[in-house]
């Protein structure tokens, strides 16, 4: 049994265990900019603004991801994970630079929740079509969604 629950999660544990080690990464930056900050007080604002930023959303990544996974498909949504993983650091470092080069991460990561968030409605609805109406299209939806997140590495 344990096993089973296992084999149904791992991608989303280890995307999650990635999303974590990310958040040290970005917490270690605010940290040495808090340090440097007699020299340059604009650059600790930035690093620390773009921590909190990437913060707020994290909980909603989390969220979604993990529900899409469930409820749907985890390879999907493990995938979209780690591309939202990359934006995010993508945004960070151009957060870091000047803030106009972090709008296409932000944008780009808007764009991956809101495939989650389809992935998770998509997920519920099916789940409750094989519960009230006896119809399950959940291999036709694994397979759609399969192939709809590869269209998230398009710009």
Partial sequence: ?????????????????????????????VEKECRRVNTNPAAFERVSCANRNCMDSYPTFLAVM???????????ASFAGVIYLVVRQKYFVGYMG????STP??????R????????????????????????????????????????LLLP
């Fill in 98 to 101: 000047q803030t106009s080069q």
């Fill in 112 to 151: 991956i929740l809101f495939f989650l968030f389809l992935m998770c409605i998509v997920g519920i609805f099916n789940y409750l079509l094989v519960r009230f109406c006896s119809s399950d299209y959940k291999e036709y939806v694994e397979t759609i969604t399969s192939a709809a997140s590869a269209l």
């Fill in 66 to 76: 993990w529900c899409a996974g469930l409820c749907l498909s985890q390879a999907p």
């Fill in 105 to 110: 991460g932000y944008l780009f990561g808007k």
């Fill in 1 to 29: 049994m344990y096993s089973i629950v296992v084999e149904n999660i791992y991608m989303l544990v280890i995307v999650t265990l990635i999303s974590v080690l990310q958040n040290a990464f970005f917490a270690l930056k």
